[in-house]
């Protein structure tokens, strides 16, 4: 036979010595299961359209030995030369040694890094980069102090529309 217990929580909750023992607010651990999960979903429905046209990025990435330069010159007490397929500015006092390396990039090229590998140390060598128009993107490497860079490859990286 079915008996129903009656009473209020309170008196189920009581601990063995009969003091009464907190119980959880039910709306407040529906909401702590519950509402994280329904805030992301709102979030990812509300994301939806804006991200419904974006259209996906593919890596690209081209790289050069250092030997295989655009142009190259060297003003001064400066020299470059060949070691293999390396490319060596020298100064050994005033002038300068520049070697610039240019890319071309895939239509609709996003943001541009570069990065040129050097062998060993190369004090006073300068790096900078230049986005020439939308499918041109240069590296140049200038030594413009006493010293010796040797280049083995400069190196870019974009993501474009694929």
Same mark, same amino acid.
């Given at each position: 036979?079915?008996?129903?217990?009656?009473?209020?929580?309170?008196?189920?909750?009581?601990?063995?010595?009969?003091?009464?023992?907190?119980?959880?607010?039910?709306?407040?651990?529906?909401?702590?299961?519950?509402?994280?999960?329904?805030?992301?979903?709102?979030?990812? =429905?509300?994301?939806? !359209? @804006?991200? *419904? +046209?974006? &259209?996906?990025?593919?890596?690209?990435?081209?790289?050069?030995?250092? %030997? $295989?330069?655009?142009?190259?010159?060297?003003?001064?007490?400066?020299?470059?030369?060949?070691?293999?397929?390396?490319?060596?500015?020298?100064?050994?006092?005033?002038?300068?040694?520049?070697?610039?390396? =240019?890319?071309?990039? !895939? @239509?609709? *090229? +996003?943001? &541009?890094?570069?990065?040129?590998?050097?062998?060993?140390?190369?004090? %006073? $060598?300068?790096?900078?980069?230049?986005?020439?128009?939308?499918?041109?993107?240069?590296?140049?490497?200038?030594?413009?102090?006493?010293?010796?860079?040797?280049?083995?490859?400069?190196?870019?990286?974009?993501?474009?529309?694929?």
């Amino acid at each position: 036979m079915f008996c129903p217990v009656r009473g209020t929580p309170q008196e189920f909750a009581k601990s063995n010595d009969g003091t009464p023992r907190p119980i959880s607010n039910a709306w407040r651990l529906l909401l702590a299961r519950f509402l994280a999960p329904i805030a992301l979903v709102i979030a990812l =429905l509300a994301a939806a !359209p @804006a991200t *419904a +046209g974006v &259209v996906p990025k593919v890596y690209g990435g081209q790289i050069r030995l250092g %030997g $295989a330069t655009a142009s190259r010159s060297a003003t001064g007490a400066c020299s470059i030369s060949e070691a293999g397929t390396d490319l060596v500015l020298r100064c050994d006092g005033k002038g300068s040694a520049q070697a610039k390396y =240019l890319f071309t990039l !895939p @239509a609709k *090229a +996003g943001s &541009v890094t570069a990065q040129v590998n050097f062998y060993g140390t190369h004090p %006073g $060598a300068k790096v900078a980069t230049k986005r020439v128009s939308d499918t041109q993107f240069r590296v140049t490497v200038t030594q413009g102090v006493q010293g010796r860079a040797d280049v083995e490859s400069v190196m870019i990286e974009y993501y474009y529309s694929g």
